[in-house]
């Protein structure tokens, strides 16, 4: 097959032309990923400088893997002094993660490997580093802009050359494990777990096995019922539960080293143990004991709320949703489940508050959840780069115990002491032949893995090393791309919501401009706002969502002087008339935001008109058209959002702007 896509971030473009040099590598012991850690180092190399790999005996090799049993789990060790190389790890996935790195370093420091003088020790921050797709068997993606499904095709599993690829991919990235399926499960996916699926996914799993990635499936809580002959999905049933077990034996005999379950119950329609009156920890503990004994997990998600509830009730409120669904169920859980908890409240918002259960739960194993597929962020025909969101979510401090306490340190486990935890990102991957959609938008496939894999690292470091891997040394083309990336969050967030109401977009899609969108929203706007007002009382004089948080952070957002502004919507409701620090009133920042973010974005698509020639011309007719659009979108959200508030208060701009198009 011709390969018609892109190699992303590993692409290799020639550091030096070095036609007579050959760089030997050899290991002190083997196995499929170290295999694997090889042919990336010759294949990588081989581009890099057009030089010839060959393997050799461990003494005189130039790079040499070698075993130390005192590195952790997926660690390395490198040591580059120019005439020799060793990468130095405790298992198979520490030396081709070294590998990886050891290719990245000689991107950035652009020198033969002769002459690179490095050191470098990493153990992964996160046990758990996850990507999550929501394929559908048929090869439609829920939330997919970047085509159709890389595993699935008219209900059947594809494995091929891309499936190599993407591997390759997500392990170059830092990447552990994937789900492959949506959990919303429905259609043939219901059969995944059987005879029907078994071959062609122990062929799917084999490749992920070679990148060190663990297959994780999405399964439905009712499987007992639509699988089997039972009645009844109880947990307690001990009908159920050995249904379960002997599916769990089934699964794992076909399927040895599948990583685990993946649930989505009582959300959305679909079913969970509340329908048997049962509660999440009865639900993922049954599950967890049936695949305890083949080392199984199961990552249950934390996505439950009354999608129909009534929004003239200033009580209920779906931020609370989550903390009040599984607080109560803290310390309940096997040492085989981890709670995967999107990163807000409410549903991957352009911007929200950190959710207060990540802070709640004291002994429970947590995995956050994050979006790349930017289903609110401009679904990848919008730029908009997700790291310096994800940073600050990170660097939340919860204040909730007297150790570490910021989100990083939580979903590592620093405070319930258990070993399992990490990031998990709804991935953003397709077929389409740049993978992403929007070229950019691989900055945050590539970003959120680095991140998982390094806790520590900026989204600064992040973009400069993707735009290098992936464009080569170019400093016209960094200087352009880095500016572009840097400011896309910020600058989407200007034209869409503003404050941290949220929504504002166009039901069931979520893309395009509409004020009073939300879908289930039927009793009444999100935003709520009138001629005087706008935003939720959410203080405990309002819904009382603040007091899920620990006390300091609780006083911060409860008192509005304090309330950091970009969120002061979505903590309380305020008259239009309310001076920001900036000096200016609400109204005023509405019309100046949503001017300055359409401006910004017709600045985007004429920077990179200037690099027309630098940039692979798919690549740039890509970009022209997406930013093309992004402009003409940014205008059409500036003039629907600043229409509907100047008409809500008859307040024109200070500035005699026009805001009725
Ligand atoms: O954001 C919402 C999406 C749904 C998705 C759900 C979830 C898979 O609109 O499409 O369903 O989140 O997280 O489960």
């Known amino acids: ?121 990493k153990v992964p921050s996160n046990p758990l580093r996850l990507m999550i797709h929501w394929d559908n068997l048929p090869g439609d993606i829920e939330r997919g802009y970047a085509g159709d499904s890389l595993f699935f095709k008219n209900n059947h599993i594809l494995v091929n050359e891309r499936s190599i690829d993407y591997a390759r991919l997500a392990a170059s990235a830092g990447f552990n494990g994937l789900v492959i399926n949506n959990s919303n499960v429905a259609g043939a996916a219901i059969e995944l777990i059987s005879d029907r699926f078994y071959a062609p996914l122990s062929r799917l799993q084999e490749i992920f096995h070679q990148y060190g990635l663990k297959l994780f499936i999405a399964v439905d809580f009712t499987m007992p019922m639509l699988m089997g002959d039972l009645e009844t999905a109880d947990p307690t049933d001990p009908d159920v539960q050995s249904w ?20 989505k119950a009582d959300s959305e329609g679909r079913p969970g143990p509340y329908a048997y009156g049962k509660n999440h920890a009865d639900g993922a503990n049954m599950l967890a004991d049936a695949v305890a004994p083949y080392g199984g997990l199961i990552l249950w998600r934390c996505f439950v709320y009354d999608c129909q509830q009534d929004w003239r009730d200033t009580v209920t409120d779906r931020a609370k949703a989550g903390y009040d669904h599984y607080m109560p169920l803290d310390g309940c859980f096997r040492d085989n489940v981890v709670l995967e908890i999107k990163n807000g409240p409410m549903d991957f918002q352009v911007r929200e508050p950190v959710s207060p259960l990540i802070g709640g739960l004291a ?29 600050q979510i990170l660097d939340q401090d919860m204040c909730c115990w007297e150790g570490p306490s910021k989100v990083s340190d939580l979903i590592q486990g620093k405070r319930c002491g258990k070993p399992l935890g990490g990031i998990s990102a709804i991935a953003n991957t397709g077929n389409d032949p740049n993978w992403t959609g929007h070229d950019l938008a691989a900055a945050n496939f590539y970003g959120i893995g680095r991140l998982a894999f390094d806790i520590s690292l900026s989204p600064e470091t992040i973009a400069r090393e993707w735009i290098r891997l992936t464009y080569g040394d170019q400093p016209k083309v960094e200087e352009v791309l880095f500016d572009i990336l840097m400011n896309s969050w910020p600058v989407y967030e200007k034209y869409n919501a503003p404050l941290g109401i949220g929504w504002m977009c166009n039901p069931g899609f979520h893309y395009g401009p509409n004020p009073n969108g939300y879908e289930y929203s039927r009793w009444g706007t999100y935003h709520r706002a009138d001629h005087q007002a706008l935003g939720i009382d959410r203080t405990t004089a309002g819904t009382g969502y603040t007091a899920q948080y620990a006390p300091n952070l609780q006083k911060l957002y409860e008192d509005v002087e304090t309330c950091p502004e970009e969120m002061i919507l979505f903590f309380h409701r305020l008259p239009y008339s309310y001076m920001l620090k900036t000096g200016k009133n609400i109204l005023q920042h509405i019309y100046d ?47 629907v959002v600043n229409t509907f508030f100047y008409r809500m208060t008859g307040i024109p701009d200070e500035h005699g702007r026009t805001i009725y198009p």
């Open 1 to 121: 097959m011709k390969k018609t896509w892109t190699n992303c971030w590993l692409e290799y473009p020639l550091i030096q032309d070095q036609p007579d040099v050959t760089i030997t590598v050899a290991s002190e012991w083997d196995g499929v990923i170290i295999n694997r850690a090889y042919h990336e180092l010759k294949r990588g190399l081989e581009s890099l400088y057009h030089c010839q790999v060959t393997q050799a005996v461990v003494t005189t090799a130039d790079i040499r893997f070698l075993k130390d049993p005192g590195l952790s789990a997926e660690g390395y060790t490198i040591n580059a002094k120019k005439d020799s190389c060793t990468i130095s790890a405790g298992d198979e996935k520490g030396i081709l993660y070294g590998s990886f790195a050891l290719l990245r370093q000689l991107q950035i420091a652009q020198c033969p490997l002769h002459e690179l003088t490095w050191q470098e020790t």
């Open 593 to 639: 935001t949503h001017f300055e973010g359409a401006e910004q974005a017709a600045q985007f698509l004429s920077r990179i008109e200037g690099l027309a020639g630098l940039l692979p011309d798919d690549v740039y007719a890509r970009m022209h058209e997406r930013f093309t659009l992004q402009k003409e979108n940014a205008e059409e959200w500036r003039d």
């Open 244 to 263: 379960w077990q002997r599916k769990a034996k089934e699964v794992w005999e076909n399927l040895p080293g599948l990583g685990g379950f993946m649930v």
């Open 363 to 391: 002994k429970t194993q947590m995995l956050l959840e994050v979006q790349i597929t930017q289903e609110y962020t401009g679904q990848q025909r919008h730029v908009c780069y997700l790291l310096p969101w994800f940073r």
